[in-house]
């Protein structure tokens, strides 16, 4: 490299940036690493910059904005998430190796102020076999080491494992970053972050997001990609391997063989080219289990078979065969970073969504009677009678994951007992294991009761616990996409979303009430808290329950601004015939063209369905 020196000044425009950080030139340590090739080497599409400013002059003030707007639009709720990759229609790449710097570095910065002056502070790092992983971690570790914290290289890693890291011994990182965009296509990427308290709220990742737009924006020089030292590399995930076997064996506590208690079952895994092989070769096979007519479990960037997706239908599909031709005990199937997951039982019934939810209900009531269970407010009233049956209590809380889990964590503090926070996508945590979703240990949670029941003499499988649970006469989800800047789509889905709301309260919509829940602690749709100290609202969304006049309450509807995409999701169930399309049709004659809300709407979806029963 021709340079010898380390140039990480940052400029800033007049007060209205701080600096942060400052790190004066120094000469090069000989010990210091370049990854100035990554600008050479970077795969096709990558974008591997490291300045604002690419031909190394200020910008002008409107495009000072629009970058800062470019790096706040990448939050995704309680993630960050973006284009990594080159060749999506309609989308450019925002994901860049400068914005992922500037947000690990403001990560670092904000653990730094949380923690002890003076206490050295550790964060390791893990990725997905995306792609634009590599040239991404790179950034990390830049910003992680610029803020002054030691970094920890994790290498191919799961979500869950990365908040694992910083609480389990010798380990005990003070934070995390797993670079991940879960199931979303090998073009996408993005930012997940721990501490040993958890994964981040919104409102925080949003104050993440604000530093690094201003960080990014006020760089107007070129930042030289140099780490005085490099990141050190660790195996954890043989730890956590570790541990989750531990947990099995003295679990189950096989009265034949304790440290084989899987001998005897086949269990299919379906990691689909994700970060989940580990779980077949590191914990099942060790375990004794058969694993044979496994899927997808090399790591491939691509994902060439499927989505990497328990809500996948081929996922689902392929599994299933899998499990009927070989005559397996249990299925298992993976999202990317196996915080996520599914089951199929021996008789091929794919267990996901609110039969997921009602399989760990079984499971964890049995251990807690009487305990509250959260879920999101998609799920069924199916549901609720299958939890309130067993003498559970169900919390319907808001969509989005963090959500669903910080609402179990506020009920623990009330004193209300509350064990299980499960989201209709797959995410699930227990109050045992951290409050963390990981779907890892969901199927630990499952393997275990199998084989419980197995040592118990039932031969009926995991599906029996479930046989009773009611499905919906009918479902369906729209969507629609807001027609707008970006820059101001969330507010006018906002728009729609509150004058919905008011439609709704003011009667324009006969038979349609706002869901209050009972005595579930949450009122106006499933969405505000009753307790003091009510969580801010990430994204609008309101839960109405439908009646009519012959039948009494026949159904939901759900209506919520997607934290993913500028659209709005429309979710329905309905226990008449047709009440599906009649609901379709009220929301677009009574709501839709009423309010002038189809102005501004794509209501193809909509349309669709109301002229042909069908679903796009």
Known sequence: MASTTLSTSITTRGDSFPNFISIPNKPLNPKVISFSFLKRAAPRGVAATWSTAEHGGALAAEEVDEEMGRIR?????????????????????????????????????????????????????????????????????????????????????????????????????????????????????????????????????????????????????????????????????????????????????????????????????????????????????????????SLHLNPDGMFPNHIPNPEDKTAMSLTRAKVLENKADLGVVFDTDVDRSGVVDHQGNPINGDKLIALMSSIVLRDHPATTIVTDARTSVALTKFITSRGGRHCL?????????????????????????METSGHGALKENYFLDDGAYMVVKIIIEMVRMKLEGSDEGIGSLIKDLEEPLESAELRLNVISDPSFAKEKAVEVIE???????????????????????????????????????????????????????????????????????????????????????????KFLMASGCDRFLDVDQVEKFVNTGLLL
Not at 397 to 421: A, S, W
């Open 73 to 293: 639009r990448l939050q995704n709720g309680s993630d960050v998430r973006g284009v990594a990759i080159a060749g999506e229609k309609g989308r450019v790449v925002d994901l860049t190796a400068a914005t992922v710097e500037a947000i690990a570095e403001s990560f670092a910065e904000w653990v730094i102020e949380g923690m002890e002056t003076g206490q050295s502070v550790s964060v390791s790092v893990g990725r997905d076999p995306r792609i634009s992983g590599g040239a991404l971690s790179v950034a990390v570790f830049a910003g992680v080491s610029r803020a002054g914290c030691l970094v920890f290289d994790m290498g191919l890693a799961t979500t869950p494992a990365c908040f694992m890291s910083t609480v389990l011994s010798p380990f005990s990182y003070d934070a995390s970053i797993m670079l991940t965009a879960s199931h979303l296509p090998y073009t996408r990427n993005g930012m997940k972050f721990f501490t040993k308290r958890g994964g981040l709220s919104s409102p925080e990742v949003e104050e993440i997001c604000n530093r690094a737009a201003m960080k990014y924006a006020n760089r107007v020089v070129k930042v030289s990609t140099l780490l005085r030292t490099p990141p050190s590399k660790v195996d954890f995930m043989a730890a956590y391997s570790q541990h989750l076997r531990d947990i099995i064996k003295q679990r189950i506590n096989h009265p034949l063989h304790y440290d084989t208690p899987l001998k005897g079952f086949q269990i299919i895994v379906n990691a689909g080219n994700g970060s989940g092989g580990f779980f077949t070769w590191d914990v099942l096979d060790k375990l004794g289990a058969d694993t044979f007519g």
């Open 397 to 421: 809380y808001r969509v989005g994951y963090r959500n669903v889990i910080d609402k179990g964590i506020q009920l623990n503090m009330d004193g209300i007992e509350t064990h299980l926070m």
């Open 499 to 589: 004058t919905f709301r008011d439609f709704v309260q003011e009667g324009k919509l006969e038979g349609w009430e706002l869901d209050s829940c009972g005595d579930c602690w949450v009122h106006e749709g499933c969405l505000v808290d009753l307790n003091d100290h009510p969580k801010p609202i990430d994204a609008q969304m309101y839960r109405v329950k439908v009646f009519d006049k012959e039948n009494g309450e026949v159904g939901w509807v759900h209506l919520r601004q997607s934290i993913h995409n500028p659209n709005l999701a429309l979710n329905m169930q309905s226990s008449l015939q047709g009440g599906c399309l009649q609901i379709t049709k009220d929301f677009r004659d």
